[in-house]
T-cell receptor
Framework: KAGVTQTPRYLIKTRGQQVTLSCSPI?????VSWYQQTPGQGLQFLFE???????NKGNFPGRFSGRQFSNSRSEMNVSTLELGDSALYLC?????????????FGEGSRLTVL | SQQGEEDPQALSIQEGENATMNCSYK?????LQWYRQNSGRGLVHLIL?????REKHSGRLRVTLDTSKKSSSLLITASRAADTASYFC????????????FGTGTSLTVIP
């Protein structure tokens, strides 16, 4: 089975721009969640989607949004980029409906905002 | 913040020694998980322990959980150079759904 695939792996943007990151979960996994990892704040939960519905959302401003498609693929979007948005964005999929199973992570998308 | 804390922040040991890292969290939980992250890459699941379990083993890994103290420990026995990585605990914060709160991580270096 193919693992979780995130694209692009690396990208550089300037302040004020927007960015869209993509995540393809493991086949059969309907839960997709997103995390932001920075040296200062560590790993922080952004949001989780299950069957195309946002089920949970972390404490991030409205500039951070996401969606899930019928094939479980997910995208997240960050608008009006700020320097502090520079981070590794990790996507994870899970076969579990509730938080009773493991998360399978992709390799991440490393965003640099200049 | 529901983020947990781990200690030590960094740990350096010789190959063959045991490594112990601790995690403290803030809320009630349904389960606690441990993950490993090699430098700048995705996380890999190691082990899950449920709130009604006190200890769990998987290969060279031993995890304990003390819900009264809101703490967990991960023991890696007979460490290898390939164990060099950052280790994170993650809790579900008592919520349903797949949202997890990760600790600050322990950076483990195993010297060959």
């Amino acid at each position: 089975k193919a693992g979780v695939t995130q694209t692009p792996r690396y990208l550089i943007k300037t302040r004020g721009q927007q960015v869209t990151l993509s995540c393809s979960p493991i086949s059969g996994h309907r839960s997709v969640s997103w995390y932001q990892q920075t040296p200062g704040q560590g790993l922080q939960f952004l949001f989780e989607y299950f069957s195309e519905t946002q089920r949970n959302k972390g404490n991030f401003p409205g500039r951070f949004s996401g969606r899930q498609f019928s094939n479980s693929r997910s995208e997240m979007n960050v608008s009006t980029l700020e320097l502090g948005d520079s981070a590794l964005y990790l996507c994870a999929s899970s076969p579990a409906v509730a938080g009773t199973g493991e998360l399978f992570f992709g390799e991440g998308s490393r965003l640099t905002v200049l | 913040s529901q983020q947990g804390e781990e200690d030590p922040q960094a740990l350096s040991i010789q190959e063959g020694e045991n490594a112990t890292m601790n995690c403290s969290y803030k809320t009630s939980i349904n389960n606690l998980q441990w993950y490993r992250q090699n430098s700048g890459r995705g996380l890999v699941h190691l082990i899950l322990i449920r709130s009604n379990e006190r200890e769990k083993h998987s290969g060279r890994l031993r995890v304990t959980l003390d819900t009264s103290k809101k703490s967990s420990s991960l023991l890696i026995t007979a460490s290898r150079a390939a164990d060099t990585a950052s280790y994170f605990c993650a809790t579900d914060g008592g919520y349903t759904g797949n949202q997890f709160y990760f600790g600050t991580g322990t950076s483990l270096t195993v010297i060959p």
